[in-house]
């Protein structure tokens, strides 16, 4: 995605970072193959980890949100999510999140509006909000993960897949093409041409995709399409966001425990606003799920 001179096309440390890529990427299509409570207790330890790296980011601002509430309703997105396992209604945990995201809110007013002492200062606006947008952000979004596997394998495996090709693409094509500066201010190095390629090899990938589990796609290669467009845009937003509230708190990465590739976050942040587009999508189009 750079605006640079012209490089060798793998270095070590693109080596590194694809090799790095690569085993997160088998990681998740196991879990995905095994679903329901494997693929949760695998969610809510990855999870575990970016809430801590989220919280990271926000204190360097000095923010200080409710640590233990963004981690306590984070996992109980997930847990909700994994309802339906137990032989209960695909739609009750879309309806149960409403309860949890309005139970994580007021509860998180209540226990900031009492903390504050000699060890914890009296919270403040900037407290709530980057509590609420916490659990929202690495709790609610990612559960959709295991909603859209419980609807079928094909579907959770086509979101993830189409992702990892965007931004395969969109880095490579930006290090190939990359000309025009995309969002300097938030993101130096993301190009243009870097975003087209990406949108481009997530439509490729989706359509190859569906092709081949064309049963669980009623036979239409058109959602291919569409999906890819859900990739290709909502992935590339999901890493301009993290940029951003990186860039804000003055951070490369969101943490240190992927080493010189920087946190998890950093690997997953494409995939957690591609995720909640294409199980509506799936649910409410392709099975259609949706009534009134």
Known sequence: MSVQKKKSFLSNEQFSRILVGLIV????????????????????????????EFINIVRTKGINPSNKWIRFVSMLFFIVATLPSFGLSKLLPIKLFIFVFIFGVIGCFFRLIFRGGKKDPIASISDIG??????????????????????????AFIAIVSTAFCDVGAYYGG???????????????????????????????SVVLVFLFKESFNNQIIHGF?????????????????????????????????LSHGGILDRIDSYIFVIWAIYFYVSWIILGEFTF
């Open 130 to 155: 980057a509590s609420v947008l916490g659990f929202v952000y690495t709790g609610l979004l990612p559960s959709f993960l295991i909603l859209l596997r419980e609807a079928g394998f094909a579907y």
């Open 25 to 52: 990427f088998l990681a998740v299509c196991l879990a995905l193959y095994f679903g329901g409570w494997v693929l949760t207790l695998i969610l809510l330890f990855v999870f575990w980890q970016v809430n801590t």
């Open 226 to 258: 569409i999906i890819g467009i859900f990739a290709g845009i909502f992935s590339q937003f999901g890493d301009f966001f993290e940029s951003l509230l990186k860039r804000d708190a003055g951070l490369k990465d969101s943490g240190k425990v992927l």
């Open 175 to 205: 290090r190939i093409f990359g000309r025009t500066a995309l969002k300097p201010e938030i993101s130096p190095k993301k190009t243009f041409e870097g975003a087209v390629s990406g949108f481009i090899s997530s439509m490729a990938i």
